[in-house]
């Protein structure tokens, strides 16, 4: 994705995207219920790449079926491009894992961005200390086999209650998730910029002792002026 | 659908049909929390044809939508095969509507075998008086456009934690849904039949005094030839 | 309130003024979860009147509060105005009961338009034969006493998920009940007459054959003078 | 059971009950989520016999196992004594049937007087049609194998969160079931009579237009007086 | 609050004050699914100050709303007296947030207490490295405007299923949060204290190999004279 | 139990696991909903020692009930044996404590080989700081008996939606626990290690860049020899 999009979504927290997509009238696009499965304190930025599963049938999802050059859930780990994020619809379910640390190791190794299920990974622990963003609702042990047959590559599907079309772009830090549709991704990024400025300076002030009221929001006029002070001096 | 696959259909019970899958190792075929809007005391029956919704975002569904006649909800309902079973994937939430009256009256003038959702019905107490069968979680009276956005049709979907392949052969009593696979569902109906035989003879039995033990399963010899009997003099 | 209105609201659906108000970017005024005692067939309607239940505390919870004449639950089915609709947030926790027969036999005998809660009524079969329209969750006989405290009377509340604000107009039919802000609630009522009126049509139209597209909505021009045609042969 | 006993406990309500429970402490005695199959519009009565689950593991229950005459399953249904509940523990999981309408239509052939389980039933239909009060969660198909073990015959177990020890008295109304435990279900029983013969007399009076405060409960002394006078009259 | 009472409060854990609170029959007084945003090590102290949400409606619920500087929430975070723990009433829905590291740094900075809601905080990392304690469901990144409405200021409120009433003590540790009711809070802190003592009695006991069979509790007399000099010599 | 077995199931994880016992048909051995108090970075391993709790009712559940000293929870302390796992059936219900820390402590004392719930600790913080091995659902401060009465010493149990029954193998890592049947256990330990041998060089080969296909499974024929050489090299 354009490198300057991606350095400012690096900068700004998911909650002020969250704000800056709630002004545009979309209420809905944090993924719930999905969290770190290690904060690394920096931020996932990706455009979405997706793989659907359904609820597994036992015929159709033996052990036998991972020999299938063709797996859904193989062949996701080989084709999420470079720099997106993999977004798995596991149907919030988290009883059986969504995938696994040799999965999640792959991706890492050919340059994924992150990861993300709204089901839960099995070796956990081992994905947490690997350098990609991973995240999950938690860890789960089953193969993925037990519960979940991988359908569709790059559809648009659900997760964690919000809707994901390929090439959403993807922001998580170490709260939360949340997908950003491309076309309005600049103008979000740039808005969620300006706010996170004023919301440094607002912080800044705050821990000097300034109330609130009249500051967050910027009611009261004369802040405008310290905030363009502020931002001179702070090569905002 | 073939005229005696489905007569055996008509006449066998959900739970008759879940134990003869049970035997086959598929133990998760019945759509779990859904119910008939309102019992009708006959099955539906037909091969399953599919709408997948995903969560719906603000900007994708406004009322406006529903002027596009190729909205995949509106052509569902013109393209779902006569004989066939809607059955929607609505994520199991029924918090919005997956239709209402006038899209479940158009199914059923077009000889459409039932509706199936595991979200919720709007206009539920009118769509229970249709002459058509219909299966839900609860009524729901907002719009599908409030949480649901119809994408796909007539893909392998989930539907309250079971798979549903197109052409998969759904049945519902006043109970529950199944979803038998295509491939299997004349052995399964023939067993079934067999199943249902057996049982009506030891329901008979049971009235009149014999405990089960022995009799449910036929374990005592003596039974095979009482039954043998009985399915001659009622024509079984 | 005012007769007008409450004619026209008898005469509408819950999901029609649904999206009567989601055109009006309210998407949140059903309550969740609850359902009629008993199906009644005619809808309930009138401005809501409110009764705030918190967790119950042991010490403030025995029997012998029910002998304060100023026990909140018991002064709320003493005060609600007739024609109002009481509407109880009992934080959607059925596990214990809201009220029961006693109580809403004598909302009924006072003239209240209906009752509402988000947890269940004691003594719900005898509720459900009363000529009162009751919704709530489902059947639950312990004592309010066990799990809530009455506080508050005609304040804003939560019930179902959805801000109730006293002199709402609360309208429920056999499905579900909506709650609609009472500065919009003639506009809203105009306009799901309209509404109502096209569905009539509708629904008429597609039992005679005609497909939906095209016609619901009415993007067919044609449909349109049908439809007056028809709104002048039914005095619509 | 004591006849006199029962005769009392067929002439109150689960809600009445609850509270007289609820006087002596005992907070938790309704079972939670449960509810008649059918509604019969007479009581259930009668010390409970019980059967524990535990979840299924697949090598342990197949379709073989009933062929087994020590299946507890079978066994509890065989030997649960006339007049008893039969009361099953499936740790509030739906997804499979605790029992169908064979075994049940053994049990009413038995003169067993009820069957509560906090799962689901297949055959649920049948079920209700049956001259047996039978309570549920809701109607499931899958035959128990699928999901329950049945493992114990007549421990203490848990049911819909509430403790159920052997011989512990189980009534049930169209509303609720309530566990009175042995050792006191004669005083409850008596208390609840008392209670029923006076919250008759408040809903004449209510239905005739006295409001609640003061009567309900009865804190203005002229009512004292009154009720003893309708006492008289009505023989209660 | 009483330095004395503070004090007591900071060096027991909520696991004893909440044994000492169900020797008084309150079994309820326990925040439920809430944990600290980060383990602080030490204790929360301070009489509650409660924040009611209801359910937001989207007219009502705009950005705009926080320019008003009588906005509930905002009015909260100032008003709450230095010592007092801020609480909320999120009605358990982590969806959206119930506030965010701005407000919660000028909680820190007015010497507030501790801040606790049944919903989530948004910029949770960040607020978890605060210098106050904060106790929440889940991090959650949208704006409280997307789900709740600040509403009502020190009004009696549930919070996790727990009834908080303004000056309440409320104890929080690593593992949870406890309300304690105001007029009992002495009582109950001396008995914890006491508790305590012979809870590290025993702690050193049993690290000695002592088994916990008429130790914990005491009923060994021998126990009794151990503990008296176990307190003199480490003079507790 | 044996060492070797013991040493096996210590170098392997809870998702190998689960995978052989999935090829076994075992599908539902992994506890849903439990995780570490604290991560160790070893396994637990021993067999299971059971512990069923029931719901509580309030007269059979008072604080004097612990001076008893055939108090179950008590006795299951003291006589779980050394080496073994105490495995709680809480009915995965967390809002009441199932052991606290001078409890887990004496296990530890004791030798035993770890704690599980799939209810909640309190003291939790405390017990994560322990040598011993504990999981449950989340901390929880209330004492047990607000909610659960123990019952039963060393039957077979559910934990977690899995059938647990007495000496059963039960292994736990830092994300899951998962239950191994006594009669199978060498076998799937055995198998485990093979399995863990070939995972660990599909790691090496992933990390090094080998796409997974053809590899993980490996069905590609020259990483058969490839690993033979492994193995060798790496002594395994």
């Given at each position: 994705?354009?490198k ?8 700004v927290s998911?909650a002020?995207?969250?704000t ?6 979309l209420?809905?696009q944090v993924?719930?219920?999905v969290?770190p499965?290690?904060?690394?304190g ?6 979405a790449?997706?793989?659907r ?6 015929d ?7 020999r299938?050059p ?6 996701a ?7 997106h994020?993999l977004?798995?619809?596991?149907r919030?379910?988290p009883?059986?894992a969504?995938?696994?640390d040799?999965?999640v190791?792959?991706l890492?190794?050919?340059g994924v ?7 839960g990974?099995r070796?956990?622990a ?5 350098a990609?963003p991973a995240?999950?609702t938690?860890p ?5 086999l037990?519960l979940?047959e991988a359908l569709?590559?790059n559809v648009?599907?659900g997760c964690?209650?919000?809707a994901v079309?390929?090439?959403d772009?993807v922001v998580g830090?170490?709260d939360?998730v949340?997908?950003?549709?491309q ?5 979000v990024a740039?808005?969620a ?5 004023y919301?440094d300076?607002v912080v ?9 009221i009249g500051?967050?929001?910027?009611t009261?006029e004369h ?9 001179k001096?702070?090569?905002?």
């Amino acid at each position: 994705m354009d490198k300057a999009l991606s350095d400012k979504l690096m900068a700004v927290s998911v909650a002020t995207l969250a704000t800056a997509l709630f002004k545009r009238g979309l209420r809905n696009q944090v993924i719930q219920g999905v969290h770190p499965v290690k904060a690394k304190g920096v931020n996932m930025v990706g455009p979405a790449y997706t793989l659907r599963y359904i609820p597994a049938r036992e015929d159709r999802n033996q052990l036998t079926e991972f020999r299938n050059p063709a797996h859904p859930q193989r062949v996701a780990v080989e084709t999420c491009p470079e720099g997106h994020v993999l977004v798995m619809d596991s149907r919030k379910d988290p009883r059986a894992a969504s995938a696994g640390d040799i999965l999640v190791t792959r991706l890492m190794v050919r340059g994924v961005a992150g990861v993300v299920t709204d089901g839960g990974f099995r070796d956990a622990a081992t994905i947490g200390e690997l350098a990609i963003p991973a995240y999950h609702t938690r860890p789960s042990s089953p193969t993925n086999l037990t519960l979940h047959e991988a359908l569709d590559l790059n559809v648009p599907i659900g997760c964690g209650d919000v809707a994901v079309f390929p090439g959403d772009i993807v922001v998580g830090d170490d709260d939360c998730v949340i997908v950003v549709p491309q076309a309005i991704a600049k103008d979000v990024a740039d808005e969620a910029v300006e706010m996170t400025a004023y919301e440094d300076f607002v912080v800044e002030k705050v821990k000097a002792g300034t109330p609130v009221i009249g500051l967050y929001p910027g009611t009261q006029e004369h802040f405008a002026a310290e905030f363009e002070a502020w931002r001179k001096s702070h090569n905002r």
